[in-house]
């Protein structure tokens, strides 16, 4: 039973990577033999997003390959994300996590507060408002998935507020590294902040620091948006059992839930890697050192492929079709959603971190 789940998934792993291994390809062509850069100024990970987008949805994806691309956005993609806190140095990610949390309540707060006063004058569903609130602030399609349960979301309501954050996503994924840049004078932490706490899901994040690595040559700000987004994605752990309080006070009843079931165990990977790559750091600091500095090139450039993977696997599953049957209301409280928390970001970075960074 084993092997044959396995196999079934290969077909759609192996054209996640033919899609990396073409992203590739064109970002070197454009970048480097038309361009006539040294290093391509294109994002490989962008390649592959828009070029899973445009397969995606001019050609349609067969079931052979749907659940290899399924398995690569679930599982390929968190094991690049593991992957990545090889690069992180011992106690970055507790000094990161101090600036991160106050920032990350904030705009928690702000966002649902906003969206809140939204729904009252748009009257959406007050379902659909908590899926596309979770979404927004916390993890996504994740945290709506884990969330639906809990307040009896239908199907419907799940599928327009996934459509959703989709669509939001992926446009603050592709604009917010080069406005981040621009607005915050390339400064990594406060880039890097910006990123993990703006941009709605863990893939997105993960390829907007992509992006913003391979453009502006900085690793540093892929390592603190990811940390920012990890620990923005524990946050579950307490939004969901809020909104099931919220959403079923006054009724008889409340749907059981399970923190274990909604907690990202990914993330202790993410932290396992780091502990590894401290005690790795002192072990090998003098006898094999050269071994040691190779497998940590060889992890950190296997958690780009995993990365671009998951990324054109993202792309060729996102239905443009079913993001415009949504309706203009969802679309504008996603809209709202997507502009508060970037703005809070902003003001929240501006006004109280720079005085303590």
């Known amino acids: ?57 001019i050609f349609k994806v067969r079931d052979g390959f749907q659940r290899g691309l399924d398995f690569t956005r679930e599982y390929i993609l968190k094991l690049g994300i593991i992957f990545l806190g090889i690069q992180l140095k011992p106690f970055e990610f507790l000094d990161f996590g101090k600036i991160a949390i106050p920032l990350i309540i904030v705009c928690i707060v702000s966002v649902l507060i906003v969206i809140k006063l939204l729904i009252k004058r748009l009257k959406i569903p007050t379902r659909m ?4 609130s979770i979404g927004s602030t916390v993890c996504g399609t ?15 309501e799940v ?21 981040a840049n621009f607005y915050f004078n390339g400064e990594p932490l406060l880039i890097g902040l910006f990123l993990g706490t703006s941009i709605h899901e863990t893939s997105q994040v993960a390829a907007a620091g992509l992006i913003y690595e391979q453009q502006f040559s ?54 396992g890697m780091i502990i ?7 072990i090998f600091i003098s006898d094999y050192s050269d071994n040691w500095e190779e497998t940590i090139l060889t ?10 993977m998951a990324m054109a696997a993202i792309g060729l599953s996102t239905n443009l079709k079913d993001i415009k049957s949504m309706g203009y209301k969802p679309f504008i409280v996603g809209f709202v959603a997507m502009l508060t928390v970037g703005i809070v970001c902003i003001i929240t970075i501006e006004s109280y971190l720079k005085f303590f960074i």
Request: hydrophobic content about 50%.
């Open 299 to 308: 992890i950190k450039f296997l958690s780009k492929i995993f990365l671009t």
């Open 159 to 179: 599928s327009y507020a996934i459509a959703n954050i989709t669509l939001f996503g992926i446009l603050s994924m592709l604009i917010y590294p080069y406005f």
């Open 218 to 271: 900085s690793p540093e700000t892929l390592n603190i948006a990811t940390v920012t987004k990890l620990i923005r994605n524990t946050f579950l752990i307490i939004m969901i059992p809020l909104f099931a309080f919220l959403y079923n006070r006054g009724q008889t009843k409340e749907k059981s839930y399970s923190i274990l079931s909604i907690f990202p165990y990914f993330v202790l990977g993410f932290v």
């Open 142 to 156: 994740t945290a709506i998935m884990a969330t639906a349960p809990v307040i009896k979301a239908n199907k419907n």
């Open 129 to 132: 408002a908590y899926l596309i």
């Open 1 to 57: 039973m084993f092997s044959k789940n396995y196999l079934v998934v290969i077909p759609g792993i192996i054209l996640a990577f033919v899609l990396y291994t073409l992203s590739q390809g064109f970002n070197n062509i454009i970048g480097t033999e038309i361009l006539g850069y040294d290093k391509s100024p294109i994002s490989t990970a962008m390649i592959a997003i828009l070029l899973g987008m445009l397969f995606g949805n």
């Open 276 to 282: 590894l790559r401290n005690i790795g750091d002192q």
